[in-house]
């Protein structure tokens, strides 16, 4: 789906205040409430958006985790396995020396090694490197 620049606006306006009213993102992009509601309906219908969520800053500590997959094992078996860990916030393959990145969050370091314990004894991974995060540059 092309988007034009209003649905871009009203994008960039959910991704800012997923709790702005109608009325008010309409006053934004300069549309009614209706055709608002509208574009916003066709956007979830289409997949454009797929969820409207919060941000909690309940994790005080974060990781990255590189995993190396033996290659006799298909990599997407061990990625839906390492999903299901707790902490594990995201998922992706990727190209590389590695072929799995994790984004890891949890209340302490302490918690977010005991996750990455957890991925190390995942059958078929091979090796992994974490990088823990020491801030968010906002």
Do not use: C, W
């Amino acid at each position: 789906m092309e988007l034009d620049k209003v649905d871009s606006a009203i994008i960039e306006a959910l991704k800012e205040n997923s709790r702005i009213s109608y009325i008010e993102l309409g006053e934004k992009v300069g549309l009614s409430e209706a055709a608002v509601r509208r574009r916003i309906k066709k956007l979830v219908e289409d997949g454009v958006i797929r969820k409207f969520t919060i941000d909690v800053k309940e994790e005080a500590a974060h990781a990255f985790t590189l995993v190396a997959v033996n290659p006799s094992t298909p990599t997407f078996e061990i990625s839906k396995s390492i999903k299901k860990i707790k902490g594990v916030r995201q998922v992706y393959e990727i190209t590389g020396q590695y072929d799995i990145i994790t984004f890891i969050g949890g209340p302490s370091i302490a918690e977010v090694n005991s996750y990455v314990e957890e991925i190390r004894k995942t059958p078929g991974v091979m090796k992994t490197n974490t990088v823990i995060i020491l801030k968010e540059v906002v």
